[in-house]
């Protein structure tokens, strides 16, 4: 303490800063939890436990908390299934065409959040392509065929592979093939060396992913709020059906078991952490060989299949592209547009209507970003410089949305700021358009410190004492410093954020209003509407957000956070 006091008392503008995040950290993260506790445990302002009875008593929150583990359960197999065929294929198997593979298997990558929900249900919903085109064999095809925990769980083994692309690939990478080789000698064919040998070397990793689709799952919302169809919940959605009912109790209590749930799975992870890894291989490994299938009819079976996959996942991007160019009257009356034009992107460009979302989500966007980085370079600094329980509290303070699910932030704001409060002097925030800003903000900052926390960490101390010891000022040291050799990452960092924020949806669902309707929003108002220019309109969105994910990850690839240049 005597530290930071003294910290303080060499720059004023360190302690103005420290006083601006405290109160940061108290109206905006201990506050809405005050308030979704308060909601849920004492709405009149005495204990009581009605809101709980209330929800264990209605069929429709136990058919929410019903669908939400059956979804989280089948997606979880799904998705390995999915993943670990994908990963087999592209770093175990030769499988022609490997790198048309690679692509399609990336697309989870870019194609995400409302925009994939949306394309998914451009293909296979109501007046989809594939929807038509099955109807033309089966006349009986209801058009709501892809709905429910069906297209949830469908969506969601396609979509959440990203986790797998990512981590399963690196990790099937460090397997010393020696190990595969010597099993093989021993008699054991391509199969049997995988499940025996290199299965157990990606397990830590398989169980890493695993709990990271658990985490999605459970609060997975865009997803089912687009292809459920309306008679579907799951959780998240009905805590924000429940608060537009007027019943921020039970809300505030269902986001608390969603928290917990959470919660659960990120102390689940972390436990996998710490019991480390298998180890396979020697001091030296030999570096993993693609085998090649022997029988030729699992060959062949296996390569259609790989492609069958990469054609589920890459026709809703192709279908969108390609409308995203055709008239809007072409939508929903042909299978593929047979002419293309301009104007659809002309009027998202040129029409206040169709722009005004893509405005908001930038803007609102970037100056969460901004807001974000600040307060993370702040706290961040401040850890590194002055250690201690003070600095550790804050830093671990401005952590704790990572392991609250959005439903919940958002709720807690509500709460808090749907009335004057003494926190933000008097102002009521609920209506206003900085209250959305401010979620994105606080659901931010924790992937901010924790990159810049690994960057600092690098820094070269004896730098910042050089110039020290020269008379420069703390000030003085961060500015010319510290803060351009850290400038990529936070160039990096705002480039993912605002890439996550473009289609962000949890968040925006509980605090949008006219003055800020973001992008994801107009997405999904023009998912559920029947008229053929919104529907063109999302197509170009979907476009967009999809091009600026893909110049996100090719910078970030190229600027060393990407999994590394393959070398084969």
Not at 77 to 104: D, I, M
Not at 267 to 276: I, S
Request: aromatic letters at 10%; glycine letters at 6%.
């Amino acid at each position: 303490m005597n530290a930071l006091l003294a910290d303080f008392r060499r720059s004023p503008v360190q302690a103005a800063l420290f006083v601006v995040v405290v109160w940061l950290a108290v109206s905006f993260i201990y506050g809405p939890i005050w308030s979704v506790l308060k909601f849920a445990f004492a709405p009149d302002g005495t204990p009581s436990f009605a809101a709980l009875s209330e929800l264990a008593a209605s069929r429709r929150v136990q058919a929410a908390i019903w669908n939400t583990l059956a979804v989280t359960a089948l997606s979880v197999v799904t998705v390995n299934l999915v993943g670990l065929f994908q990963v087999a294929v592209l770093e175990y198997l030769r499988v022609p065409g490997r790198g048309f593979l690679r692509l399609a298997y990336s697309t989870p990558l870019i194609f995400v959040s409302v925009a994939a929900a949306t394309g998914y249900g451009f293909v296979y919903g109501e007046t989809g392509a594939l929807t038509r085109m099955l109807q033309a064999v089966w006349p009986d095809l209801p058009n709501d065929w892809f709905s429910g925990t069906f297209a949830v769980v469908f969506a969601h083994s396609f979509l959440l592979t990203s986790f797998h692309f990512l981590f399963l690939r690196a990790a099937i990478r460090r397997v010393d093939y020696a190990t595969v080789e010597a099993a093989r000698s021993l008699g054991a064919g391509n199969l049997r060396a995988f499940v025996q040998v290199v299965l157990p070397v990606l397990l830590p990793t398989i169980f890493a992913t695993t709990l990271l689709v658990t985490y999605k799952s459970l609060g997975s919302f865009a997803v089912p709020a687009v292809l459920g169809g309306r008679r579907f919940d799951m959780v998240s959605e009905l805590i924000l059906t429940l608060n537009a009912l007027r019943r921020p109790d039970m809300a505030a209590m269902l986001s608390i078991g969603l928290g917990a749930a959470v919660i659960l799975c990120i102390l689940a992870m972390q436990y996998v952490e710490r019991r480390g890894s298998f180890v396979g291989g020697s001091k030296t490994p030999v570096p993993i060989e693609r085998v090649r299938i022997a029988h030729p009819v699992t060959r062949s079976a296996v390569t259609a299949l790989a492609y069958l996959v990469a054609a589920v996942q890459l026709v809703p991007i192709v279908l969108v592209v390609l409308f995203s160019f055709a008239p809007a009257k072409s939508i929903g009356t042909e299978v593929l547009p047979t002419v293309l034009t301009l104007k659809n992107y002309a009027t998202v460009f040129s029409q206040d209507t169709a722009f005004v979302p893509l405005r908001n989500s930038i803007v609102m966007g970037v100056s969460a970003i901004a807001g974000g980085i600040v307060i993370s370079l702040f706290v961040v600094s401040l850890a590194q410089r002055v250690r201690g329980p003070v600095s550790n509290a804050l830093d671990l303070t401005f952590m704790i949305p990572w392991i609250l699910p959005a439903p919940f932030i958002a709720i807690g704001l509500i709460l808090a700021y749907d009335q004057p409060n003494p926190l933000v002097f008097g102002e009521t925030l609920l209506g206003s358009y900085w209250i959305l800003p401010i979620g994105y903000a606080v659901g931010a900052i924790p992937m901010m410190i924790r990159f810049l926390r690994a960057s600092f960490l690098s820094l070269d101390p004896a730098l910042g004492e050089a110039a020290q010891s020269l008379g420069a000022p703390a000030h003085y040291r961060f500015a010319r410093i510290t803060l351009p050799i850290v400038a990529p990452v936070i160039v990096l960092i705002s480039g993912m954020t605002l890439n996550g924020l473009m289609s962000e949806y949890s968040m925006s669902a509980f605090l949008f209003n006219v003055n800020n309707k973001p992008l994801s929003i107009a997405l999904f108002e023009g998912a559920r509407s029947a008229n053929p220019e919104q529907a063109a309109i999302n197509m170009v969105y979907i476009v967009l957000i999809m091009a600026f994910s893909l110049v996100t990850i090719t910078l970030a690839d190229r600027y060393g956070l990407g999994s590394g240049q393959e070398k084969r």
